[in-house]
């Protein structure tokens, strides 16, 4: 009788490598990248250790590093100077994320500008589109806005455009407003199933967007929903998303394995702010083996069925694996 022994495939490095069903590529992650319109507002995220906010310039010169280690896809975030009820600062066609993204491209014409598209970094209340007069977020109204805003990023050259609002029928209106406008190469990848989460905290104290009232479970997604989320990505694949992504990751794994196995479109992850938090104030104390921590967590999302991963440690592993 023989015995079967799969430890053998294990015994060494060579091995296991070659025997390694998945493998965690730089060119499949993406660096947020957070940039501030007043040089003031720059400097290191307390929440956030080892991520910082950007001058605009600051942020080219970060872009540049980047892409030397390999990784040649970025997410801008904008942090503007001003807000008020209604977001005029998002769609300034010399906003900050407007001109980030002529720059980065102007310095980097090959890097990949992603741009997040939400109204809640320039509302005075915090919230991701247009509040009613009963102070509910008014989806349809907040459509036009969002609209307007992608022009201003595709006249800037961004590449993709990534709504994060979770507003009904966003993909639709940005594809058709994209289109109509001359953009047809401009590609969107949508936040489809991004649930309400603590786990966006640290972010919110990085871009000053809490909401000042209320929270975003009106139209984020609920935690216990699974079905829900397939449903949401199956409406922004036929609305005519190229991309579709979950949010948060290491919670919603479920999520990213049941979207790969139902849907052919690539799938993106987002290992938020508060996982990053997690794991960086464990590390700092000594408490997990960093490099392993942060290895064994991207590839976690790689076997999940990712394709694409955004996460605030792709800088550290491309030092490490570039
Ligand atoms: C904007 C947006 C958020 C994140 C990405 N886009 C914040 C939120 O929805 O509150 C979270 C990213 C992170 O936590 O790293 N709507």
């Known amino acids: 009788m023989i015995v079967l022994r799969p430890r053998r495939l ?137 609209c307007r805003i992608a022009l201003t990023y595709a006249d800037a050259g961004a590449d993709v ?42 972010f919110r104290d990085a871009a000053g967007s809490a909401p000042q009232q209320g929270d975003r479970r009106g139209y984020q997604m609920d935690a216990p929903n699974a079905r829900e989320a397939l449903r949401e990505i199956a409406l922004d694949i036929a609305e005519g998303a190229d991309i579709v992504m979950v949010k948060p990751g290491l919670p919603y794994l479920d999520i990213v394995r049941a979207a790969r196995d139902r849907f052919d479109v690539p799938i993106a992850v987002y290992n938020v702010s508060g996982e990053y938090a997690m794991l ?4 700092s104390n000594g408490w997990l083996d960093g490099d392993r921590a942060i290895d064994e967590t991207l590839t976690s999302f790689v076997r999940a069925g990712a394709d694409i991963v955004i996460t605030y440690f792709a800088k550290t592993y491309a030092q490490r694996h570039g």
């Open 280 to 283: 960086q104030a464990a590390i």
């Open 161 to 202: 455009i990534a709504p994060s609002d979770m507003m009904d029928g966003r993909v639709k209106a940005i594809r058709c407003a994209l289109d109509a406008h001359g953009s047809t190469s401009v590609a969107i990848m949508a936040y489809s199933a991004k649930y309400a989460s603590a786990f966006y905290g640290p």
């Open 10 to 146: 294990r015994r060494n490095q060579v091995m296991r490598e070659l025997v390694a069903e998945h493998r965690v590529g730089v060119e499949h992650l993406v660096q947020p990248l957070f940039v501030v319109e007043r040089d003031e507002d720059a400097g290191p995220i307390e929440s956030m250790p080892g991520i910082s906010r950007y001058s605009l310039s600051a942020a080219v010169n970060e872009a540049r590093e980047l892409f030397a280690l390999g990784i040649k896809s970025v997410l801008l975030f904008g942090i503007p100077a001003s807000k008020d009820a209604v977001a005029s600062s998002s769609y300034d066609k010399n906003g900050i994320v407007q001109r980030t993204i002529a720059a980065i491209k102007s310095a980097l014409p090959e890097m990949l500008v992603m741009a997040d598209l939400c109204a809640c970094e320039y509302t005075d209340h915090g919230h991701c589109g247009l509040l009613d007069s009963e102070g509910e977020v008014d989806n349809d109204a907040t459509l036009e806005l969002l």
